[in-house]
């Protein structure tokens, strides 16, 4: 939009507790993004990214690695693209150093502060006394990783849960003799009653990492640890990341007791992650009780899982729909740190955010999306929700409007409610000459 930018990126001088290079965006969780299909309410915010001209989708659509019906990266590759693309434009200083309070105010100069769950503690007080109230303070934790060449591919099978693919949202059904590698997108590692009932009580009974007080710790509920999980039941992971649902074993034509899903994570196929694994076990546990999966008896650890403090404010007593907070119009928050959840979620409230501070520096007034759109519901309900009880969220199709016209079927009314956000989108895009950008 032709405004400068000056980029500030603490590491690597400061580092954080699980950052392990210096480039930007790197992937610390997950190598998902989800659903990219527009029957899902994050491939409806994706396709709105796309057409606002997002770098962070055009890199990930460039580094994308086959996981189904859900678009995931080469964490690796990913990171360099996008630190590459910010180094080499013309109108961005990324400067290397530690903001460690707000910058003043200035018209002139807006202010994003995008620092995500893992804020500076010196950063975060300035920003805990700019709100005047108590972060909202969550735990994550981070899926472990083993090396391909290490798992035994006897004992697991390749598929994609109920067929679907990145080529489409169902395949015919392909012949795994003929060309195994069509079978599907992830190693699925199968398990009978006797060994999953053996699994629950290891990972029950395993040591979690020092530090953490296991039964009053808060984690946000998309991305709970295996133990969390198997604590609340015996049949919870059956029915969370261990579900078998959709995943017709070729040996015996049957959905197994549970399965454990292992998604490829980067292009050269040589990194798997273990799909919905966060724990906060020890590093030797998780060795033992995760060797335990069928196919991962003999694994190499490329990453172990581990436990990671996320910081959030409470959007609806800081934010407007803008993105900008309600005492301080130059001043914008965006990312996890602002109450969004989830990697495509902060991006595209950064989109947002972006947009408006180089509208306000322009001397523009800033705009929200529509409501109706994903980037205009979610800036709705970070600023517009109970305050008393607020939680970060993933962008649902829930907290959208509803249709003026009813539909019972439930995909007809996701893809109903995707096409009414894209028509409004571009009606808007139109009205404000939001289109792409260079």
């Not at 581990?306 to 800081?318: A, D, F, L, S």
Request: glycine content about 6%; overall charge neutral.
């Amino acid at each position: 939009m032709g405004v400068p930018v000056t980029l500030h990126e603490m590491r690597p001088v400061t580092p954080t507790a699980v950052h392990k290079t210096d480039q930007l965006a790197e992937l610390v969780c997950s190598n998902s993004f989800r659903g990219d299909k527009l029957d899902n309410a994050v491939g409806l915010l994706k396709e709105e990214m796309r057409r606002l001209g997002s770098l962070v989708m055009r890199t990930a659509d460039k580094v994308r690695v086959p996981a189904g019906a859900a678009l995931a990266v080469d964490r690796e590759k990913f990171a360099e693209e996008m630190t590459a693309a910010i180094s080499a434009h013309p109108r961005i200083r990324v400067s290397r150093e530690e903001v460690s309070a707000i910058p003043a105010s200035s018209a002139r100069e807006p202010v994003i502060i995008a620092t995500g769950p893992l804020t500076s503690s010196a950063l975060s007080a300035s920003i805990q006394a700019f709100v005047g109230s108590e972060h909202l303070a969550f735990f994550d934790a981070i899926s472990p990783i083993v090396l391909a060449e290490s798992i035994d591919m006897s004992r697991v099978f390749r598929a994609s849960r109920w067929n679907r693919s990145m080529r489409g949202d169902a395949a015919p059904k392909p012949d795994i003799e003929d060309d195994p590698a069509k079978a599907g997108d992830y190693l699925n590692c199968p398990m009978n009653k006797e060994e999953y009932l053996a699994f629950h009580a290891a990972v029950v009974a395993a040591e979690k990492a020092e530090g953490h007080d296991f039964d009053n710790t808060k984690f946000f509920e998309g991305c709970l640890p295996i133990e969390v999980m198997a604590h609340r039941g015996v049949d919870t992971l059956r029915f969370g990341p261990m579900k078998p649902a959709g995943l017709d074993d070729p040996r015996t034509g049957r959905w197994a007791y549970a399965i454990v899903q292992l998604r490829q994570d980067n292009l050269a196929g040589d990194h798997f992650s273990l799909v919905g694994f966060q724990t906060q076990m020890k590093w030797g546990e998780q060795a033992r009780v995760l060797k335990m999966i069928p196919g991962l008896e003999h694994a190499e650890f490329v990453r172990f899982g581990m436990i990671h403090r996320n910081t959030y404010i409470n959007g609806p007593t800081v934010l407007r729909d803008t993105w900008q907070t309600k005492t301080r119009p130059d001043l914008f928050f965006a990312g996890q740190v602002s109450g969004v959840e989830g990697y495509v979620e902060s991006a595209a409230s950064g989109l947002i955010a972006g947009r408006n501070a180089a509208r306000l520096a322009l001397g523009l007034e800033p705009l929200a999306p529509p409501r109706t759109t994903a980037m205009g519901s979610m800036a709705y309900y970070v600023s517009h929700a109970d305050p008393k009880h607020y939680d970060p969220t993933n962008i649902t199709f829930g907290i959208m409007p509803p249709l003026d016209t009813p539909i019972k079927s439930k995909h007809d009314r996701q893809l109903a409610l995707s096409d009414r956000a894209l028509r409004d989108l571009a009606a808007w895009q139109e009205l404000h000459h939001e289109g792409l950008k260079t």
